[in-house]
């Protein structure tokens, strides 16, 4: 038996029709509240934006328009309130048309956005200079409010805080904002892996080159170690010097050991200043890119992400690969390996608002024909590394459904420090990449009235 604790009510057709004339903005909110309940119910992996009306605060030279356009299927229209600078940078974009907003008024506002969103993809509402009651009322009918550069006090003081997307004057920022405004926000996860993450570069030089978007990152130890390279911009040459770089540093002269060990046998700290000098000491303020960095507490069992603070820090946490590492106290806590808890961090992407999730893995079961015929016991690393990998091939099922493509490189090395075949790794995760490139337009290229 199941009991339905509701109430419903019935309106006759003409009834509802003079509601709407007397409360036009009431066709807007259910208009709102019924995307939202689609994109909540849709089991679709591409999931509709319910943002239909946007105000813009600054000067688009046409970035921001040209994006969404792109992604949009029905045409756009420009909405200039009275008092705003005119919108003059639509040369080569089709389907984006500027209204007349002469004959806008608080009174007539709602009603025509209600009339507009039945014949257009996207509205883009142009503010003032000034406050006024017309700008006050675009601000409260208005999805999301786009302010290029630092908003004014007014926008501030009449819109919630996170319904305002500050965007820099610059193509990327637009881009990004212009992504997130119609469902194509793309998230990056990295693997944990040890030294097979070293595929990672070889994906995200593909990703790079192929001019495939990245709008945040989320890795796991070896996924945060290289991922930062990524949201930190290095170029080829780099990636190609580091190649040969990072074949030095698991050298003994890198290893303070722990005399006698306790929690590890090594102290890391060592490691942590190699960490520190590759990413200039910088902090997570200091990339143009959000960046989420997996940890695992090892005396609660959470799952710990970092998004702030100093870089070093956070990537040494995710590194503390245990018995081989000292566990990185941050914060009165102690932190070890990511792989622990989260190794392929999609699902954490979504939560922060990726719309399609690429993932890259190197994570690969053992397999038969890794027994050892000899007999002979493995050395302590090649234990570490196969304890973490039975641990990671039973957590990433839990992530597949959060996954919109799936980059596996399949790569072997001897254990988790194995860094001599640097540049076969990476060759192989640009082949990887380069299988999937066509999966991953396809999800680029669905309109969010898909």
């Given amino acids: 038996k199941v009991v339905l604790d509701t109430n419903l009510y019935v309106l006759e057709k003409e009834s509802f029709d003079r509601l709407l004339q007397e409360r036009p903005a009431i066709a807007i909110h259910m208009t709102r509240e019924l995307g939202q309940r689609l994109v909540s119910t849709s089991k679709q992996r591409f999931k509709s934006q319910a943002r239909r009306i946007s105000a813009l605060w600054g000067m688009d030279r046409g970035e921001l328009v040209e994006t969404i356009n792109r992604f949009v299927k029905k045409s756009i229209a420009i909405l200039p309130l009275p008092g705003c600078a005119p919108y003059e940078h639509l040369t ?14 608080v009174v007539n506002l709602a009603s025509q956005l209600g009339m507009l969103v039945e014949v257009y993809g996207h509205i883009l509402i142009l503010l003032p200079r000034e406050v006024n009651a017309l ?13 290029i550069g630092p908003p004014p006090l007014w926008v501030e003081d009449n819109v919630p805080a ?18 997130r405004l119609t469902g194509h926000t793309v998230g990056l996860a990295l693997s944990s892996g ?5 595929a990672h570069i070889g994906v995200m030089k593909v990703l790079r080159d192929e001019g495939i978007p990245v709008d ?3 890795g796991t130890s070896a996924g945060a170690f290289f991922g930062i390279f990524f949201a930190l911009g290095w170029d080829d040459s780099r990636f190609d010097s580091f190649a040969d770089e990072i074949q030095t540093l698991n050298r003994w002269v890198n290893w303070d050991i722990n005399i006698p060990p306790r929690a590890g046998v090594l102290k890391g700290a060592k490691a942590r200043d190699i960490i520190a000098r590759l990413v200039e000491n910088k902090t997570f303020d200091d990339i143009n890119i959000p960046f989420y960095c997996v940890a695992a507490d090892v005396l609660t069992g959470e799952e710990v992400v970092f998004e702030s603070g100093e870089l070093a820090e956070a990537i040494r946490a995710s590194l503390s690969i245990p018995i081989l590492a000292d566990p990185w106290q941050i914060d009165n806590r102690y932190l070890i390996d990511g792989a622990f808890v989260d190794p392929i961090p999609a699902r954490l992407l979504r939560e922060k608002g990726a719309d399609i999730v690429i993932a890259s893995s190197v994570i690969r079961p053992l397999r038969p024909s890794r027994r050892n015929k000899s007999r002979r016991m493995p050395n302590f690393l090649k234990i570490i590394t196969n304890i973490q990998n039975m641990v990671e091939n039973q957590l990433i099922h839990f992530q597949q459904d959060a996954i919109d493509v799936l980059i596996h ?3 072997h090395v ?15 995760g640009e082949a990887a990449a380069r299988a999937q490139l066509p999966a991953i337009r396809a999800c680029l290229e ?3 009235d898909d």
């Fill in 409 to 411: 490189s399949d790569v």
């Fill in 92 to 105: 080569n974009i089709l389907d984006v048309f500027v209204l007349p907003g002469d004959d806008l008024s």
């Fill in 162 to 179: 996170e319904k305002i997307w500050e965007a820099h004057d610059d193509p990327v920022s637009l881009n990004r904002v212009a992504r």
């Fill in 194 to 198: 040890g030294g097979k993450g070293l």
């Fill in 216 to 218: 945040m990152i989320a």
């Fill in 414 to 428: 001897d254990h988790v420090l194995d860094f001599k075949y640097a540049r076969d790794l990476i060759a192989a």
């Fill in 446 to 448: 669905v309109g969010h």
């Fill in 135 to 147: 700008a006050r009322k675009a601000l409260s009918l208005a999805d999301t409010v786009i302010s």
